[in-house]
C-alpha cells in the first residue's frame, strides 16, 4: 500500500465555487471523492484570514493557541512589523509531527504558511511551488532537492503575481500557464513519492486557487466592476481552469496513493469579490485617537508623498520596497499613539491597542482603561459609510480578548473589523462619517479575496463535526493511528 490515509489540501479553494463545477461535471475525481464522503462545511475563526485557517487546522487549536493571524506580524517589543518567520511567534507543533514522533512515517508538502519542522521517519516539503513564499524552499531531507529538480527546474513566477507588473493580458496568460505547469510537477513529485513508499500519512497541499482568485476573479466574475471582456476573450475561465488542472492533480495522486487509502480534504478559505477598507486603516485609527484636525502621521505623509511623485506605471514596481520602509517610519507613530492599525488579510482591519506592560511603551493601561478604548474604536467605526450606498462598511467588531482564549492571545491583534460585503456592489472607493470625515481609499491590486467559508471531507466512517479549522487534525490523526497502532509501527 502506497498510503493508508490520504489528505488533500487546496488553500483558497472555494466551497460553492467547487460544488458547482462538481455539479456541472468539470471535476470528476473530486466529484468521486465528494460523493463517498462525509462533508462538513467550516466557517473560518471570526475575522481571520488564510494564515491562521491553515495554522489552527495543523495544530488543532484556534488563534490564541498559535498567534499566527497573517504573513506580517506584530512585535511589540520593537512595534516592527516583520514576516511571521522572523518574529518572536510562539514555538508550535502541528499534528503530523505529533505522528512522527510515534513512530508513523509521514510526509507533507507545502502546507500553507505553516513553520517547517524537521520530521524522524519522513520528508517534508515547504515553499516549493505555493503562495507568494516568504523563505526559500525547505526540503527535509536535505536530497529531495534535487529530486525536485526533476520535476521543475527554477520558478519564473516564485514571487508571486506582484512580483512584477502584468499589464498586458498576455503577461498574465503567461503566469497562469507557468502556475498550471507547476500544479503538474508537484503532482507528478508526490505521486513518484507515494509509489515510492510506504506511508503511514502523505499530505499534499496546493495553493494555486488562492493565487488565481486574487488576481483573476474579475475575469471569471462578469459582474465584477472591473471586468475587462477584451482580456477575457484571451483568458477564458481562469478559476474553471485552475480547478481543472487541481482536479487532475488529485486523480494522479489517488491512482499512486492506491486504492485502499482513506482520503481526507481540506480547502478554504473561499473567494469572492474584494471588498476592503483596510487601504484606510490607518488615517482611520489616527482620527479617532488624535481628532480629525490632528496632523497626519510620518507613514501617511510619506504614502501621499509617494503616490503624488511617483507615475503610476512604476509605482508596483517599487511597492514592496516602499511598503517595507513606511512600516519602519511607522514604528515612532506607534509608540505615541494609544492604537493603531496592523497589516491583515483584506477580509478585515486590525488594530492593536498600545498597552501598559505589553508594548514597549504602553498608554493604556490593562483593565477598564483597555475596555473602554475597545468601545470607543467600536463605536467609532460604525459611524463609517460607504459613499456610494450610504451603508455602514463595517459588519461587526470582534473583541479579540474576549472572543479567543489561549496561552498566545496576546500574539494577536486587539480587535478585527470586518467589512460589510453584502451590502457593497464593488470595493470601497470613499468612506465618510459624520464625526471623522472622508478618506480616500486607495484601490486595490487585487479583486478577489477570501471569505470565512471552507470544508473538509472525511472518511463517512469518521464521526463528530467539524466546523472550524481548529477540529481537523484530530480525525486526520485518529484514522492515522486506526490504519496502523504506533507500537506496531514502531516494530516494523
Known amino acids: ?60 487549536a484556534g488563534p490564541a493557541h498559535h ?37 508513523y512515517r509521514v510526509a507533507i508538502a507545502d502546507w500553507h504558511r505553516m513553520m517547517p519542522k524537521p520530521l524522524a521517519n519522513g520528508l517534508l516539503v515547504d515553499n516549493w511551488l505555493g503562495h507568494d513564499p516568504l523563505t526559500e524552499t525547505i526540503w527535509h531531507p536535505a536530497s529531495l532537492a534535487e529530486d525536485g529538480k526533476k520535476y521543475f527546474r527554477g520558478d519564473g513566477i516564485g514571487g508571486g503575481f506582484e512580483f512584477r507588473p502584468r499589464p498586458a493580458a498576455e503577461d498574465q496568460a503567461d503566469y497562469l ?10 503532482a507528478a513529485f ?12 502523505f499530505i499534499a497541499c496546493f495553493s494555486d486557487a488562492h493565487d488565481v482568485g486574487h488576481h483573476f476573479y474579475h475575469l471569471e466574475d462578469e459582474t465584477h466592476d472591473r471586468h475587462d471582456p477584451d482580456t477575457a476573450r484571451i483568458i477564458t475561465k481562469p478559476l474553471t481552469d485552475c ?21 481526507f480534504v481540506l480547502g478554504g478559505p473561499g473567494m469572492g469579490r474584494l471588498v476592503s477598507a483596510n487601504s484606510a486603516m490607518d488615517e482611520m485609527m489616527r482620527r479617532i485617537d488624535w481628532g480629525v484636525e490632528a496632523p497626519p502621521t510620518v507613514a501617511e505623509t510619506a504614502k501621499k508623498s509617494f503616490h503624488s511623485l511617483v507615475p503610476l506605471n512604476l509605482r508596483r514596481r517599487f511597492a514592496p520596497l516602499v511598503r517595507a520602509l513606511r512600516r519602519k517610519v511607522a514604528v515612532s ?19 492593536r491597542i498600545n498597552v501598559k ?19 470607543e474604536i467600536t463605536q467609532a467605526v460604525m459611524t463609517f459609510m460607504n459613499a456610494d450606498t450610504g451603508k455602514p462598511i463595517v459588519k461587526r467588531v470582534v473583541p479579540v480578548r474576549r472572543v479567543f482564549k489561549g496561552p498566545h492571545v496576546e500574539e494577536l491583534p486587539d480587535l478585527f ?16 462619517s459624520d464625526v471623522y470625515g472622508e478618506i480616500e481609499l486607495t484601490p486595490a491590486r487585487r479583486t478577489g479575496d477570501h471569505n470565512p467559508s471552507g470544508f473538509f471531507w472525511a472518511p463517512q466512517t469518521d464521526g463528530g463535526a467539524v466546523t472550524l479549522p481548529e477540529h481537523v487534525a484530530a480525525p486526520v490523526m485518529e484514522a492515522v493511528r486506526a490504519a496502523a497502532p504506533s507500537a506496531a509501527r514502531a516494530a516494523e
Not at 333 to 351: I, K, T
Request: with cysteine; net charge negative.
Open 243 to 263: 480547478y481543472r488542472r487541481l482536479d487532475a492533480a488529485a486523480a494522479k495522486i489517488l491512482e499512486a496513493a492506491g486504492p485502499d487509502a482513506r482520503v
Open 190 to 201: 508526490c505521486a513518484d513519492q507515494l509509489r515510492g513508499g510506504d506511508w503511514d500519512l
Open 1 to 60: 500500500m502506497a498510503a493508508k490515509v490520504l489528505m488533500f489540501g487546496f488553500d483558497g479553494a472555494d466551497p460553492a465555487f467547487m460544488d458547482a463545477l462538481i455539479e456541472a461535471g468539470e471535476l470528476p475525481a473530486l466529484k468521486r471523492l465528494r460523493d463517498r464522503a462525509a462533508v462538513h462545511a467550516i466557517e473560518n475563526d471570526a475575522g481571520q484570514g488564510a494564515a491562521q485557517f491553515w495554522n489552527s487546522a495543523a495544530i488543532g
Open 417 to 432: 473589523i470586518e467589512w460589510d460585503r453584502a451590502t457593497a456592489p464593488r470595493d470601497f472607493r470613499r468612506i465618510v
Open 357 to 375: 506592560g505589553r508594548e514597549k511603551h504602553g498608554i493604556v493601561a490593562p483593565g477598564a482603561d483597555y475596555d473602554a478604548v475597545v468601545g
Open 333 to 351: 507613530d506607534f509608540a505615541r499613539r494609544r492604537f493603531f492599525a496592523v497589516p491583515h488579510n483584506d477580509n478585515a482591519g486590525a488594530v
Open 67 to 103: 498567534g499566527h493571524y497573517f504573513f506580517m506580524q506584530f512585535k511589540p517589543e520593537t512595534y516592527d512589523i516583520v514576516p511571521n518567520h522572523e518574529s518572536s511567534l510562539p514555538d508550535i507543533t502541528p499534528f503530523w509531527n505529533r505522528l512522527d514522533a510515534e513512530g
Open 177 to 186: 500557464r507557468d502556475l498550471f505547469n507547476r500544479i503538474d510537477a508537484k
